[in-house]
């Protein structure tokens, strides 16, 4: 079954902690990123990569680092996680950066910080 | 200024009932644009792209409006299962070939028995 998934769906941690939210997709897809949701606010990018080795930033990229050493896993990784980035977070991915291709988004990562 | 905007909503309608949505887009040099449907607590997915003649599919009906920068969503004879989040979606080309999607808040649809 073609998919995106996440890892872990849940997590509840505390400042400072180093986690790392895994992505992986099986549809061979060039592109994939990663956004988080917050209430009032919709999806926001966070980081996004056009191919292997080819990683950006997005709109709100401040306390977050990505990887994208192989084409299906684009891991999230937060170095010293803050309550400000309690949120819930959605990795995606397309089969490449042209204007119409359907990004396929993972279910989800709620993240809380205390 | 947000660059795309939504009513929030809620929209409660009663089954059967034809609602519409709006959003409006900033960027006039914006490529293209979709409308993803989200259920409660779960990831979002395409309902439909939208194309500047418009077009439909079933019951909704998408529509674009480049001079005044708005697209609609238009639901048809709405069912229980319709309620859901929607999100307007925009494609900007940031620099180079890098783009960028553009999401709104979304609008919640509420379809009552």
């Known amino acids: 079954e073609a998919q995106v998934t996440q890892n872990p769906r849940y997590l509840i941690t505390v400042t400072g902690k180093k986690l790392t939210v895994t992505c992986s997709q099986n549809m061979n897809h060039e592109y994939m990123s990663w956004y988080r949701q917050d209430p009032g606010l919709g999806l926001r990018q966070i980081y996004y990569?056009?191919?292997?080795?080819?990683?950006d930033k997005g709109d709100v990229p401040e306390g977050y680092k990505v990887s994208r050493k192989e084409k299906r896993n684009f891991p999230l990784i937060l170095e010293s996680p803050s309550p400000n980035q309690t949120s819930l977070y959605f990795c995606?991915?397309?089969?490449?950066?042209?204007?119409?291709?359907?990004?396929?988004f993972g279910p989800g990562t709620r993240l809380t910080v205390t | 200024r947000k660059e795309v905007e939504q009513d929030p909503g809620p929209f409660n309608v009663p089954e059967g009932a034809t609602v519409a949505f709006n959003c409006t887009y900033s960027n006039s040099a914006s490529q293209s644009f979709f409308w993803y449907r989200q259920d409660c607590r779960k990831e979002p997915k395409l309902l439909m792209s939208v194309y500047s003649s418009g077009n439909e599919d079933g019951r909704f009906t998408a529509q674009l409006n480049r001079a005044s920068q708005y697209i609609s969503l238009l639901i048809r004879d709405s069912k229980l299962s319709d309620s859901a989040t929607y999100l307007c979606?925009?494609?900007?080309?940031?620099?180079?070939?890098?783009?960028?999607?553009?999401f709104g808040s979304g609008t919640q649809l509420t379809v009552l028995p």
């Open positions: 990569s056009m191919n292997v080795e080819v990683t």
């Open positions: 979606v925009v494609n900007d080309l940031v620099s180079g070939s890098a783009r960028q999607l553009t």
């Open positions: 995606a991915s397309s089969l490449s950066w042209g204007s119409r291709n359907e990004q396929y």
